[in-house]
């Protein structure tokens, strides 16, 4: 258990509304993810930190924004959500002795 | 432009034989793979990597192939049970996106009894 833990679990929302979605870990890791699962595509990566306050974007990171002010909490943000970022969303951990990471239940978002 | 290709979506083996999942690459400079297991709403969950300096990696029933020449590797499983039955995705560590990881679209793997 890399102690991962996602808010909320589940959560439908209307197409223009900011939703955030927390993302909290308890083992002091410098570096975590914030991926998008869909169907037909694997997961793909939204944004990173490597750091508090440090982040960087991915490969879709299109209408998302993120925040890591403290090292346990990795926040994203939809400013203004639309039907196409209904996705289950998971964030991850960098495993501190290997490349390996480790990954959150997942927050199933629908935007309608 | 995929990086990571899993090209059969989805795989039937019967109890105690083995499965072979495989995973095609396109960047002779990746240096570290790594398959990942996903159940229906749970996160996916480490299986077993393998360096670019090795060929082989094992661990229990779970063995990791790597063809560099080919850019090619596979996860092979024996035997298979039963709760092996999941989405398995093929991953490859990304130096230049803060170690992030670069997946496969997946190959679902059913296990029939």
């Known amino acids: 258990d890399a102690g991962i833990t996602q808010s909320p679990r589940h959560k439908v929302t209307e197409t223009g509304t900011p939703v955030t979605l927390r993302c909290h870990q308890t083992e002091n890791h410098r570096y975590m993810y914030w991926y998008r699962q869909d169907p037909g595509h694997g997961l793909r990566l939204i944004h990173y930190?490597?750091?508090?306050?440090?982040?960087d974007k991915g490969e879709v990171s299109d209408g998302y924004s993120v925040s890591r002010s403290k090292t346990e909490d990795f926040l994203l943000t939809l400013e203004s959500a639309t039907s196409s970022q209904t996705s289950v969303y998971f964030c991850a951990i960098n495993h501190r002795a290997s490349y390996e990471q480790y990954f959150g239940p997942g927050t199933r978002l629908t935007v309608t | 432009d995929q990086q990571v290709k899993q090209n059969s979506p989805s795989l039937s083996v019967q109890e105690g034989r083995i499965s072979i999942l495989n995973c095609d690459y396109t960047n002779s400079m990746f240096d570290y793979f790594l398959w990942y297991k996903k159940y229906p709403a749970e996160g996916p969950t480490f299986l077993i990597s393998?360096?670019?300096?090795?060929d082989k990696n094992e661990d229990g029933r779970f063995t990791v192939f790597l063809n560099k020449s080919a850019k090619h590797l596979s996860l092979h499983i024996v035997p298979s049970q039963p709760g092996d039955s999941a989405v398995y995705f093929c991953a490859v560590l990304n130096s230049n996106s803060g170690y992030a990881l670069n997946f496969g679209k997946g190959t679902s793997l059913l296990v029939t009894p």
């Open positions: 393998i360096s670019s300096i090795k």
């Open positions: 930190s490597y750091g508090v306050k440090d982040t």
